[in-house]
């Protein structure tokens, strides 16, 4: 692995706990919607404009750093899909946890597999701690007898948020760029944008000016927590990053209570606590030289 990789700067920390409340709060704007999926069109079309900034005057990735850009935006389709089904299905507090709390394990083994990054014994006890409050978290949706089709769908978000987290990660050492990989990434979510608003042909003149200054509003938030992500693993552990960035199931469990009013909230906030204590085991583990 390369040099400074093996461990996470306070100024990585830092970056990537905003990034967390950053994310937790366009999520709750995606649920509090009643358009949702204008919203997800708006919220691409908001990373196209960020993007465009970042991109401006800064070098072009190198090709394999344009392979995984274009590998990502296919990947993010799906993403969008999925997180507009779960959102219609289940409550923020619910999906949110389940869909987030699942990339850390994913990534932490596929940073092993294809970046060579190892994480030593309190990490890993890190990212178990984490599971298991995700899986108290999740509980409160068996118990409600929410259809199975909830899980499946959050569970598969999850599995697409750790494809894209990996291999943004990757792509972002790879580009020789980080400005200009993440410029060019959001800039292809034009793609994601059109084809949402094809989706609603006739439909995307009716959007109330609210919903559209809402969306775009989210598509800002959205993009500036994830740059933030990205450019935190380009000289940092993957797996670290994930993990740290997925304190915002903590902030979307409150959101989730106090904004929209979720119930119920005592096993929510325990969960998020148990949820809190393995991102920092996993954070401490990954401080250490």
């Known amino acids: 692995m390369p040099a400074g990789r093996n461990t996470i700067t ?5 970056i990537v706990l905003c990034a967390a409340i950053l994310h ?33 005057g800064a070098p072009l990735p190198s090709l394999a750093g344009w392979a995984y850009i274009a590998a990502s935006t296919i990947i993010h389709f799906g993403y969008y899909f999925l997180l507009y089904h779960s959102y219609r299905l289940g409550d923020l507090s619910q999906v949110y946890p389940i ?25 890993w006890l890190g990212v178990l701690v984490t599971s298991g409050g995700i899986f108290l978290l999740s509980g409160s949706i068996f118990r409600e007898k929410t259809p199975p089709i909830v899980v499946l769908t959050a569970m598969a978000t999850g599995l697409i948020i750790a494809s894209y987290s990996l291999v943004d990660g990757l792509g972002v050492r ?20 059109g084809a949402v608003f094809v989706k609603l042909g006739g439909k995307a003149r009716q959007i109330s000016r609210k919903t559209v200054l809402t969306g775009l509003l989210g598509g800002l938030v959205s993009a500036m927590a994830y740059a933030l992500v990205i450019y935190a693993k380009s000289f940092s552990p993957l797996a670290a990053v994930s993990t740290l960035r997925e304190t915002s199931v903590v902030f979307a469990a409150l959101i989730g209570m ?12 325990i969960a998020s606590g148990v949820v809190a204590s393995g991102v920092i085991a996993m954070t401490l583990a990954n401080t250490l030289p």
């Open 99 to 123: 869909a987030r709390g699942m990339a850390p394990v994913l990534v932490a083994v596929g940073a092993q597999v294809f970046a060579g990054e190892t994480l030593p014994p309190l990490a």
């Open 24 to 56: 937790a709060l366009w999520n709750a704007l995606v649920k509090a919607s009643t358009d949702r999926l204008a919203i997800l069109g708006l919220i691409a079309a908001g990373h196209v404009v960020l993007g465009a900034g970042l991109a401006a």
């Open 10 to 14: 306070s100024f990585a920390i830092t």
């Open 174 to 193: 790879a580009a020789g760029t980080e400005r200009g990989y993440i410029g060019w990434l959001f800039m292809a979510e034009v793609f994601v944008a």
């Open 258 to 269: 106090i904004w929209l009013g979720e119930r119920p909230w005592k096993l929510r906030l």
